[in-house]
């Protein structure tokens, strides 16, 4: 595979816009079929040509190239953008999008490179891109894909543990819970293709051996291959560890059992008290909001380390406090500064999709957000991060 084009100057640009039969150009009037656009991004990503090179999709432009003379606004470079992290396009697809004026028309250009996990779904269906037009990936075209991807080096969700074997994995979940949330209800109907073919489809095994995501996610036992993968969860009459412990659980299991436990140990502890600054009109508040906690242990499942330690997430409540802490620092570049600024990175890009399909997470990079304006809204300090390079810990403070 060629090496990805991060940017293209104005002169490629205007030489792509006039190719009327590239399969890596698409125009569009306008973005009022945000669906439409999404399928093309989806294609894109998928590169089935194993171009090597990013896809263009050229929205202010008509069929033939001419300029449409839309109104390239604030608003719509929005819309663009979210296609990115709206959570319905998995594995995220690598977007960028720009303002260009090209051949004297002032055009929205979103560029789409290559993903390094194919195949892409958009909705639970895979496009592709065959000359100008994006269809359906057909089984022979998702064949491919996957072949493409096991050339790659994967991230250590996506890898295979040679370990393992398939019936390892809790065959009667996936196929009655997460197969329905993965892959669109028709396309499922339709399906006639084998378990195996399927799972494979889905990064959730390769070359007959469970991906590690697969396992952390859908294992009978977990613990068998990654003796971290459990949530620990304290809970202190006092406001140090050295206080006596009042409740503790070791949760390990299906991701989807062991965050629904979290959730209910949240509820059971969280205390509640009156607002009597409120008026007549007088509400309870909870000593810490339950999206918060939610968004917070979600991310740590989602983003904590896996690979080469056997440390779990640690959930540390306190009288005036909950700590909850994950293995390993924020990954990649990613900082304290850019995290509160919205930015992301993935370490597990697999756990991360399997998390989004089973309704864990509605809309990437936004959990931080969410968390500190519902701590806001309760009354609640801003959270405190901590970081180094074996453990990120988010502490959230009582009202």
């Not at 006039?18 to 079929?33: G, H, I, P, T």
């Not at 597990?348 to 806001?376: H, K, S």
Request: charged content about 25%; some cysteine.
């Amino acid at each position: 595979m060629g090496s990805l084009i991060v940017a293209y100057t104005n002169a490629e640009l205007e030489a792509l816009m006039a190719n009327l039969e590239s399969d890596l150009v698409e125009r569009k009037r306008s973005a009022s079929d945000l669906g439409k656009i999404s399928r093309t991004v989806c294609a894109f990503a998928n590169d089935l040509s194993s171009s090597g090179v990013a896809g263009v999709l050229f929205v202010g432009v008509e069929d033939d190239g001419s300029c449409a003379d839309t109104q390239v606004s604030d608003g719509l470079l929005k819309d663009l953008a979210s296609l990115r992290d709206n959570g319905l396009t998995l594995p995220l697809p690598s977007l960028d999008v720009d303002v260009r004026t090209l051949n004297g028309c002032e055009v929205a250009v979103v560029t789409v490179q290559p993903s390094p996990q194919p195949p892409v779904r958009y909705k639970g269906r895979v496009y592709v891109r065959v000359g100008p037009t994006t269809r359906l990936a057909s089984h022979a075209d998702e064949n491919r894909l996957g072949e493409r991807r096991r050339a790659i080096d994967l991230p250590y969700d996506s890898r295979p543990e040679g370990s393992a074997q398939i019936p390892d994995l809790n065959l009667d979940y996936i196929e009655s819970q997460y197969f329905p949330s993965a892959i669109a209800d028709d396309v499922l109907k339709q399906n006639q293709r084998s378990l195996n073919d399927q799972l494979r489809s889905l990064r959730l095994q390769t070359d007959g051996h469970p991906t590690v995501g697969a396992l952390l996610a859908f294992a009978n036992d977990p613990l068998t291959w990654l003796a971290g993968a459990y949530v620990q969860f304290v809970r202190f009459d006092g406001t140090d560890v050295s206080d006596p412990i009042k409740d503790q659980k070791l949760l390990s299991g299906l991701i989807p059992d062991v965050l629904r436990e979290v959730e209910t140990l949240f509820n059971l502890g969280n205390s509640t008290a009156l607002d009597l600054s409120s008026g007549p009109r007088e509400r309870r508040f909870a000593s810490y909001p339950m999206e918060a906690m939610r968004q917070i242990a979600h991310n740590a499942v989602m983003h904590r380390s896996y690979e080469n330690t056997n440390n779990p997430i640690r959930i540390y409540w306190y009288d005036d406090r909950v700590e909850i802490e994950s293995p390993g620092g924020l990954h990649g570049d990613l900082t304290k500064e850019r995290l509160l600024a919205g930015e992301t990175a993935y370490r597990n890009p697999l756990i991360a999709e399997i998390l989004r399909n089973m309704g864990f997470a509605q809309t990437f990079g936004v959990g931080i957000a969410r968390t500190r304006r519902a701590l806001e809204e309760n009354g609640n300090p801003e959270p405190e991060f901590y970081d180094d390079a074996n453990r990120f810990i988010v502490t959230l403070r009582a009202v």
